[in-house]
Protein backbone atom coordinates (compact mmCIF):
# COMPACT_ATOMS: atom_id res chain seq x y z
CA UNK A 1 0.00 0.00 0.00
CA UNK A 2 1.24 3.44 -1.16
CA UNK A 3 2.10 5.70 1.71
CA UNK A 4 3.36 9.37 1.87
CA UNK A 5 3.54 10.82 5.05
CA UNK A 6 4.24 14.97 4.65
CA UNK A 7 5.35 16.54 7.53
CA UNK A 8 7.02 20.18 8.21
CA UNK A 9 4.51 22.61 7.56
CA UNK A 10 3.89 25.44 10.04
CA UNK A 11 3.20 29.15 10.66
CA UNK A 12 6.13 31.16 9.41
CA UNK A 13 6.37 35.37 8.87
CA UNK A 14 7.25 36.38 5.36
CA UNK A 15 10.99 36.19 4.32
CA UNK A 16 11.06 32.95 6.36
CA UNK A 17 12.38 29.54 5.86
CA UNK A 18 10.97 26.02 6.44
CA UNK A 19 11.31 22.63 5.32
CA UNK A 20 9.33 19.88 4.29
CA UNK A 21 9.43 16.26 4.34
CA UNK A 22 7.74 13.43 2.62
CA UNK A 23 8.53 9.98 4.05
CA UNK A 24 7.03 7.42 1.25
CA UNK A 25 6.74 3.71 1.58
CA UNK A 26 4.97 0.90 0.44
CA UNK A 27 6.46 0.89 -2.73
CA UNK A 28 9.72 1.20 -4.97
CA UNK A 29 11.02 4.79 -3.91
CA UNK A 30 14.18 4.90 -6.06
CA UNK A 31 12.18 4.03 -9.29
CA UNK A 32 9.91 7.39 -9.11
CA UNK A 33 10.32 10.66 -10.10
CA UNK A 34 8.54 12.62 -7.10
CA UNK A 35 6.57 16.00 -7.00
CA UNK A 36 5.40 18.46 -4.58
CA UNK A 37 2.17 20.00 -5.21
CA UNK A 38 -0.22 22.69 -2.96
CA UNK A 39 -3.26 23.69 -2.65
CA UNK A 40 -3.82 27.45 -1.65
CA UNK A 41 -7.27 28.26 0.21
CA UNK A 42 -9.99 27.42 -1.84
CA UNK A 43 -8.51 26.64 -4.86
CA UNK A 44 -7.12 23.64 -6.76
CA UNK A 45 -4.19 21.64 -6.42
CA UNK A 46 -1.15 22.95 -8.52
CA UNK A 47 2.16 21.87 -9.32
CA UNK A 48 5.58 23.35 -7.41
CA UNK A 49 8.18 21.37 -8.19
CA UNK A 50 9.73 17.84 -9.21
CA UNK A 51 12.86 15.84 -9.08
CA UNK A 52 13.90 12.22 -11.02
CA UNK A 53 13.83 9.16 -9.48
CA UNK A 54 17.81 9.75 -8.92
CA UNK A 55 17.55 13.26 -8.48
CA UNK A 56 19.62 14.27 -11.22
CA UNK A 57 16.92 16.78 -12.78
CA UNK A 58 14.93 19.15 -10.82
CA UNK A 59 11.76 21.56 -11.90
CA UNK A 60 10.14 24.15 -10.13
CA UNK A 61 7.45 26.50 -11.22
CA UNK A 62 8.07 29.84 -12.17
CA UNK A 63 6.49 31.34 -8.99
CA UNK A 64 9.37 29.39 -6.37
CA UNK A 65 12.03 29.11 -8.61
CA UNK A 66 14.85 30.37 -6.95
CA UNK A 67 13.30 30.32 -3.90
CA UNK A 68 12.55 26.49 -3.67
CA UNK A 69 14.72 23.50 -3.16
CA UNK A 70 13.85 19.70 -4.08
CA UNK A 71 15.82 17.16 -2.99
CA UNK A 72 15.36 13.44 -1.70
CA UNK A 73 17.21 10.68 -0.41
CA UNK A 74 16.74 7.39 -1.53
CA UNK A 75 18.15 5.82 1.18
CA UNK A 76 15.84 7.09 3.96
CA UNK A 77 12.73 6.73 1.25
CA UNK A 78 12.55 10.86 2.06
CA UNK A 79 11.71 13.48 -0.08
CA UNK A 80 12.78 17.40 0.79
CA UNK A 81 11.09 20.76 0.03
CA UNK A 82 13.10 23.42 1.24
CA UNK A 83 11.50 26.72 1.04
CA UNK A 84 13.41 29.92 1.70
CA UNK A 85 12.12 33.77 1.33
CA UNK A 86 8.29 32.69 1.54
CA UNK A 87 5.52 35.05 0.14
CA UNK A 88 2.34 35.04 1.79
CA UNK A 89 1.24 33.88 -1.37
CA UNK A 90 2.83 30.30 -0.44
CA UNK A 91 0.32 29.68 2.35
CA UNK A 92 -1.09 26.60 0.94
CA UNK A 93 -1.30 22.64 2.20
CA UNK A 94 1.73 20.90 0.57
CA UNK A 95 1.68 17.15 -0.85
CA UNK A 96 4.02 15.20 -2.26
CA UNK A 97 3.96 12.57 -5.16
CA UNK A 98 5.54 9.31 -6.83
CA UNK A 99 4.83 11.39 -10.22
CA UNK A 100 7.20 13.43 -12.54
CA UNK A 101 6.07 17.03 -13.45
CA UNK A 102 3.78 15.51 -16.40
CA UNK A 103 2.09 12.89 -14.89
CA UNK A 104 1.45 14.26 -11.14
CA UNK A 105 -2.16 15.02 -11.25
CA UNK A 106 -2.86 11.05 -12.16
CA UNK A 107 -1.65 10.84 -8.64
CA UNK A 108 -4.43 9.55 -6.22
CA UNK A 109 -3.56 8.23 -3.28
CA UNK A 110 -2.81 11.36 -1.48
CA UNK A 111 -1.34 12.11 2.06
CA UNK A 112 -2.66 13.90 4.72
CA UNK A 113 -0.59 16.77 3.50
CA UNK A 114 1.21 19.85 5.93
CA UNK A 115 -0.18 22.79 6.09
CA UNK A 116 2.21 26.07 5.41
CA UNK A 117 0.60 29.49 6.76
CA UNK A 118 2.84 32.54 5.58
CA UNK A 119 1.80 35.28 7.93
CA UNK A 120 2.72 38.65 9.77
Known amino acids: EVQLVESGGGLVQPGGSLTLSCAAS????????MSWVRQPPGKGLEWVSS????????AYASSVKGRFTISRDNYRNTGYLQMNSLKPEDTAVYYC?????????????WGQGTQVTVSS
Open 97 to 109: APRGRLNWSSFGS
Open 26 to 33: GFAFNNYA
Open 51 to 58: ISSVGGDT
